[in-house]
């Protein structure tokens, strides 16, 4: 996962790792692990997730 020193500024550094995430057909971001394929996560607000990541 990334880290995000110093602790309370609300930034990553660097990017998500082994994650990816994809859009739904209703608009909706999945995140998908990319080591089993398995989903892992569904933003209900149809934002993409942050440092994660696109499928194509």
């Known amino acids: 996962m990334a880290t ?5 500024d ?3 550094r660097g990017a998500v790792r082994q994650r990816s995430q994809t859009e739904t057909q209703s608009g909706h971001w999945v995140k998908r692990d990319a080591v089993t ?3 892992m996560d569904m933003k209900s607000d ?3 997730f942050k440092g994660v990541r696109k499928e194509k």
């Open 10 to 12: 609300n930034q990553r």
């Open 46 to 48: 149809k934002t993409p």
């Open 37 to 39: 394929g398995r989903f």
């Open 4 to 8: 995000n020193p110093p602790v309370g």
